[in-house]
């Protein structure tokens, strides 16, 4: 009997031996596969206290006991309370294990030997995909659940440990051999065995034998490899068995979507392994969409730092920068800033090419109007170079300036360098920029560029053209913030609004400035436009609205072409100025202001100029804008006074019959073509007694002066006298001194009376202009005509019929002369500060030109001031005449003059007045005595205006019977009659030489009318000469004596021959 206990009982070790290394090793597998990545959480269950572990085993032992009814029957029978078997201590340490494993992975418990980290909400493991659900273990692989037997009893737990002895591995190893059930639970092993990681230690190998040395289970460094694994094939349930536990608390187990699963046992509703690979795949596809994310939003960073860094290396505005022009009109490039790479010949140079450019009259031998290439070339480019690195911002185009070809260039490129050698060609991110130009010859065509470019030099590359390759152009360009200003570049210092104004700006800004200064300010209106427009005036002075005697009157006109605008500009500056500097106390404003009436019109030809300026700067051509609305050119537009002088001076009619001054205007004229414009201004004229004035217009640089018409030659003596004079002259001089008298000649046809006075004042503008006399370059469209001065007269220029500044000299007492002020008519606004620096001293020191000369008034022995009194200077033929008020003014240069002033009802006065070179005008007033110009009046009235001669004889002195009747004399004078003549009339100058010093300035009246009035001497018999004294002084003398007093002078005067005289004239129409 006990034999066959002891074969019984090694029979149950070996099996439980069995079911412990096949347990074991599927244990391992399944650990080994599914939890590879979750070492350091089974250390961390193993290394729990031993009174832990205690507490868990006896849980586990009573679930076990729960679980299984009959086994808790056998083993309270087998052992006694309180004391566990060595495979229940296992089981409930294996099942332990396994829960703290599924609760480890379901928490994310951190590892114990860092610091634990709070599970993210974002990595939190998603459910298994349903098509990816654990398949069940193949039931062939489940060991069989033992049955359960008597156990002997065993002693305490404690000293069956120390009475374990290794001799009993040794019995079952001998008893398996014998079975041969050790081969058999080898190769089961061996394969179902998974490979081990090359990084686990020996130490953590669970069939290490340095594990099962160890003996001390309560210490805290024991280690099994068998506890770290669940056990779930220990104790299975039975068929139909229900669980009490929640498998939840393990591992979450993904809904079901199709077919229920199985109802399966607890320890194989989970297959670790699957688990394990799909929350790996999860996590390996949720890290690559963040890397992808990632790199999605690291890719648009990129994008948006790359499209930022970009827009600041090429900054790309929305409109094409705005940029003023570079200088190529106005002649502010020079012409050795400009290069071509030919040109068809002389008159067509790389110079030529700049906007707006004029051919000469005869532009194939002189000057063309363009730059034109040589067409055998195969390359062309015209380059510029700006001398300094700019942001180029675009060009304008034109083509070529003349009368009969039409050739202009219809596209082109442009490229770009620094150095003149490497060139760039402009790009707009596809291909080379291709730019459209012109479609005529003389609408300018503006290209802009997308975005400026900073360079140096310029090239204009042509691809097409139309006719000959020939263009003109202008660049805009910009000036770098950090670009230093040039020698010559003027900055302004005056604190002005410098920009262009249409005609409501203007009138807001007239109207401010005079809110600014009302005491000196005026705004008046000449007149209207064609098109209804006003024409605004403003008057500064101190005493503004009415005309102060012994104050000057000047004035200052702009725009009488619409798209000359620059003087338009700087009379608003110069208003602006006066302004301020008159408040800031400026001594010599104020002495301008005080002393001297001045109005400034701004704008003649206000339809004209909304025209241009609506075009804007550089894009109107050369004639935008210059006539009016009707078609007139209002300079040109006025009546032609040079023809009449002329015609009479010719005829000898000058100024007996024609004055040389205030010649009246031809019948009907006003009536015929004229502007409305020009009789605005021609009232405004009259009305106002001008001393000096100039209009200021553009398109060249430079000064001009009257005579504008050029006179006609003399023509030749129906005799043919002047036909035999000529040949005479020359066999006696040679052909150079022939041809020298002839310039001489022709100049004195356009020169006028006051030729030097007129040279004066144009040459006090021009050199005081900062850049006028700078002709070094020639002018704006030739060669210099000025000979450096910058100045010329207008008719040897450019003549012109019926010009503004021809007829203020010859109807009124103005003196006036033109003024261009440059070669650009409408200049970029940002030109203005530097306009206005190069012409505000030349436009006061020209006003200060009305103080030049003498002035002074006419007046009667009773106080009473003479209007329209003519002042005549000796030497000059050109008179002026005396304002309402009495006062004149006449302008001349430095010297000593006898003037002499006259009236009708007066006798004229003689002075000797002297002009220094001192600032201010010499005063020479005139006190006129009443003669008897009225009752001689009558007389000729009744004898149909005709002078009277009395017919007869009549005897003379010494008995000489003289027959006078018609026209003829009917006696002879002997020779010894004019001998008697002349002692007589040298005794009478002996005689006057006496009685004028006790003759004093109140002279007897006519004792007799009816007698021929008895002529005495005065003092403008003495010093009147031929051109001051008018043409019947010679008949009438100034004063009278009674016949019986004289009767010798009078027989003289009565045998002087009567002039030539037409007497269909009468005095009242002189």
């Not at 065993?154 to 001799?167: G, M, T, V």
């Not at 130009?437 to 140096?456: L, S, Y």
Request: proline share 7%; glycine share 6%.
């Amino acid at each position: 009997m006990r034999r066959l206990d002891v074969q019984l009982y090694v029979s149950l070790l070996a099996l439980v031996f069995i079911f412990v290394s096949v347990g074991n090793v599927e244990c391992d597998a399944v650990v080994k596969r599914g939890q590879t990545s979750e070492r350091d959480d089974a250390r961390h269950v193993v290394e729990v206290d031993g009174k832990e572990r205690e507490e868990l085993q006896n849980e586990q032992t009573g679930e076990i006991q729960m679980d299984d009814p009959s086994a808790q029957a056998d083993t309270a029978k087998s052992k006694p309370r309180g004391k566990k078997s060595p495979e229940e201590v296992l089981a409930a340490k294996a099942k332990k294990a396994a829960e703290k494993e599924a609760k480890a992975k379901k928490q994310k418990a951190p590892k114990p030997t860092k610091k634990p980290k709070p599970p993210k909400a974002t990595k939190k493991p998603k459910p298994p995909k349903p098509t990816k659900k654990p398949k069940p273990p193949k039931p062939t692989k489940k060991p069989k659940a033992p049955k359960t037997t008597p156990q002997p009893k065993e002693k305490s737990e404690k000293d069956q440990r120390l009475k374990r002895k290794p001799s009993l591995e040794e019995e079952e190893e001998k008893l398996l051999h014998e079975l041969g059930w050790d081969k058999l639970s080898q190769n089961k092993t061996e394969k179902e065995e998974p490979p081990k990681p090359d990084y686990v230690d020996k130490k953590e190998d669970p069939r290490s034998p340095s594990v099962t040395k160890v003996l001390k289970e309560t210490d805290d460094d024991y280690w099994d490899a068998r506890y770290d694994v669940t056990e779930p094939d220990l104790y299975p349930r039975r068929k139909g068995a229900t669980t009490t536990e929640d498998p939840s608390i393990y591992l979450p187990i993904p809904e079901e979507t199709t077919a229920p699963m199985p109802v399966v046992p607890w320890y194989e509703e989970y297959e670790y392994t699957d688990l394990a690979a799909k929350k790996l795949e999860e996590e390996m596809e949720k890290a690559r969409k963040e890397k992808e994310e990632k790199a999605e939003k690291l890719r648009k960073m990129w994008e948006k730092e790359e499209e930022e860094e970009r827009k600041k290396q090429i900054p790309v505005h929305a409109e094409p920068k705005k940029c003023p022009p570079l200088g190529m009109e106005s002649h502010r490039v020079e012409d050795d800033q400009i290069l071509a790479s030919s040109s068809s010949h002389q008159g067509f140079s790389a110079q030529r090419g700049r906007l707006n450019m004029q051919s000469s009259d005869d532009e194939e031998d002189v000057y063309g109007g363009a730059w034109c290439a040589d067409t055998e070339e195969k390359e062309h480019w015209f380059q510029i170079d700006a001398r300094r690195e700019v942001e180029f911002a675009g060009v304008i185009t034109q083509g070529r300036n003349s009368e009969m070809h039409e050739d202009f260039v219809s596209s082109f490129f442009v490229a770009f360098s620094n150095d003149s050698r490497d060139w760039t060609v402009l790009h707009d991110g596809y291909a080379e920029w291709l730019f459209y130009g012109n479609v005529d010859k003389d609408t300018p065509v503006m290209n802009q560029f997308a975005w400026p470019t900073v360079a140096r030099y310029l090239r204009i590359l042509p691809q097409s053209w139309n006719g000959s390759l020939c263009m003109r152009l202008e660049v805009l360009a910009c000036q770098l913030p950090n670009s230093y200003p040039t020698d010559n570049e003027v900055i302004p210092t005056d604190d002005l609004d410098f920009r262009h104004h249409n005609y409501k700006e203007m009138r807001q800004m007239m109207k401010v400035i005079n809110e600014e200064c009302p005491n000196i300010t005026r705004i008046y209106n000449i007149g209207k436009s064609s098109q209804g427009l006003k024409m605004y005036a403003m008057e500064i002075s101190d005493n503004p609205g009415e005309h102060e005697r012994g104050e000057p009157e000047f004035r200052y006109t702009a725009g009488l072409h619409g798209n000359e605008v620059l003087g338009r500009e700087l009379l608003l500056l110069l208003m602006q100025f006066l302004c301020k500097e008159y408040n800031d106390d400026n001594p010599r404003v104020r002495r301008l202001v005080d002393g001297v009436r001045i109005h400034l019109v701004p704008s003649l030809n206000p339809d004209a100029y909304e025209l241009a300026y609506e075009m804007g700067s550089e894009m109107g051509n050369w004639n935008l804008g210059h006539w009016t609305e009707e078609g007139y050119d209002i300079f040109q537009n006025f009546p032609d006074l040079n023809s009449i002088l002329w015609g009479a001076e010719d005829r000898g009619w000058v100024p007996r019959i024609v004055p040389n001054h205030h010649i009246p205007l031809p019948e009907n004229f006003l009536n015929g073509s004229v502007a409305a414009e020009t009789r605005a201004i021609i009232a405004w004229m009259e009305r106002t007694p001008f001393v000096l004035g100039a209009n200021l217009q553009g398109g060249e640089k430079i000064v001009t002066y009257p005579f504008d018409m050029q006179r006609p030659p003399r023509a030749v003596g129906a005799d043919g006298r002047g036909g035999r004079r000529r040949a005479e002259m020359e066999r006696v001089m040679n052909e150079e001194t022939w041809a020298r008298i002839q310039r001489q000649n022709e100049g004195a046809l356009r020169e006028t009376a006051d030729e030097n006075m007129f040279r004066w004042l144009a040459m006090t503008y021009a050199h005081s202009h900062l850049t006028m006399t700078e002709t070094y370059r020639g002018s704006c469209h030739g060669d210099d005509v000025t000979a450096g001065q910058g100045i010329i007269n207008r008719a040897s220029w450019k003549p012109v019929v019926g010009s503004m500044n021809d007829f203020s000299y010859l109807h009124t007492n103005c003196f006036e002369i033109s003024v261009f002020l440059g070669c650009d008519k409408f200049p970029h606004e940002s030109e203005l500060p530097l306009e206005w620096e190069s012409n505000r001293e030349a436009l006061l020191a020209f006003m200060e030109q009305v103080h030049r000369g003498i002035k002074g008034v006419v007046r009667d022995v009773e106080g009473n001031y003479v209007a329209n009194a003519t002042v005549s200077v000796e030497g000059i033929k050109h008179d002026v005449k005396t304002a309402a008020t009495g006062d004149y003014w006449r302008l001349l240069n430095p010297g000593e003059y006898r003037v002499t002033a006259r009236a009708d009802g007066y006798t004229s006065q003689t002075r000797l007045c002297m002009v220094g070179y001192e600032a201010g005008a010499t005063s020479c007033s005139f006190t006129l005595t009443k003669s008897n110009w009225d009752r001689i009046r009558q007389i000729m009235a009744l004898n149909p205006n005709r002078p009277i001669r009395r017919s007869g004889t009549r005897i003379g002195n010494g008995g000489a019977t003289i027959n006078s009747g018609g026209s003829t004399r009917t006696a002879t004078i002997s020779q010894s009659e004019r001998l008697r003549r002349l002692r007589l009339i040298r005794l009478r100058k002996l005689r006057m030489q006496k009685l004028r010093g006790n003759i004093t300035t109140t002279r007897p009246p006519t004792t007799t009318a009816t007698t021929t009035p008895v002529p005495t001497t005065t003092t403008t018999t003495e010093f009147a000469s031929e051109s001051t004294t008018s043409w019947f002084d010679s008949w009438f003398l100034e004063d009278t004596r009674s016949t019986t007093a004289f009767p010798i002078e009078a027989e003289i005067q009565e045998s002087e021959p009567t002039q030539d005289y037409n007497f269909e004239y009468s005095i009242d129409e002189y």
